[in-house]
């Protein structure tokens, strides 16, 4: 089976740098990804990762070390929209060449003044 | 690019008819389309994968004759909820993977209200 554990709720003040955790154990592993949900609203795609090390896109940042099974993401210069769920998601090797998600329960970030 | 969406966003419907959400990939052929069910406050379940042309493979605990998968085109899936009951109600969200990327990218999200 798959498991995969990120902090239920972090809180940040605008402006800051936030890291977001996730741990997870899985096999047939073939990437991890990093979506955004606000409140009501579909998941929105950030990053994704394959090999380890930093991937960087603007503000964002994604981190993973395959063999710790371990990824983060980071946060730069906390605006007020960026509050919202992030949810890791792990992609598995599901058999006969497909692939499938797994998603972990999201991480609630609250960006205060 | 890569634009998915729905239709409904919002039915409420009584206990016992069935629901149809349609999911479609305006701009890119989706070899791949996913079905997730998202309750309050959790994580998103996902419910069956299709492929174009082939039937849906669902996971389990999905009972699939209550929840009707098509994907008869590259840029259209349907879900249908047979005889829908108050437990059915949750946000209803699909994805769509094009040939040759990992990206899932999703629709809007569809919420059903079984009364």
């Known amino acids: 089976g798959q498991n995969i554990d990120q902090p239920t709720e972090m809180t940040a003040t605008e402006g800051a740098i936030v890291q977001i955790n996730c741990t997870y154990q899985?096999?047939?592993?073939?990437?991890l990804f990093w979506y955004q949900q606000h409140a009501g609203e579909a998941p929105t795609f950030l990053s994704y990762n394959v090999l380890d090390g930093l991937e960087e896109k603007g503000r964002f940042s994604s981190f993973l070390s395959r063999s710790k099974g371990y990824s983060y993401l980071l946060l730069k210069e906390l605006q007020m929209k960026d509050s919202a769920s992030y949810l890791c998601a792990v992609r598995v090797d599901s058999g006969a060449g497909s692939y499938q998600l797994t998603f972990g329960k999201g991480t609630k970030l609250s960006v205060i003044p | 690019g890569a634009v998915v969406s729905q239709h409904p966003s919002w039915v409420i419907c009584k206990s016992g008819t069935s629901v149809k959400i349609e999911c479609r990939s305006l701009d890119f052929q989706a070899t791949t389309m996913f079905w997730y069910r998202q309750f309050p406050k959790q994580s998103l379940m996902l419910m069956a994968t299709?492929?174009?042309?082939?039937?849906?493979?669902?996971e389990q605990g999905v009972e699939k004759d209550k929840f009707l998968i098509n994907h008869a085109s590259l840029t259209l899936s349907t879900l249908t909820v047979t005889s829908a009951h108050p437990e059915d109600s949750s946000f209803y969200i699909c994805?769509?993977?094009?040939?040759?990327?990992?990206?899932?990218?999703f629709g809007p999200g569809t919420r059903l209200l079984v009364l």
């Open positions: 899985t096999s047939g592993f073939n990437g």
């Open positions: 994805s769509a993977t094009q040939r040759g990327s990992e990206t899932q990218y």
């Open positions: 299709s492929n174009e042309g082939s039937k849906a493979t669902y």
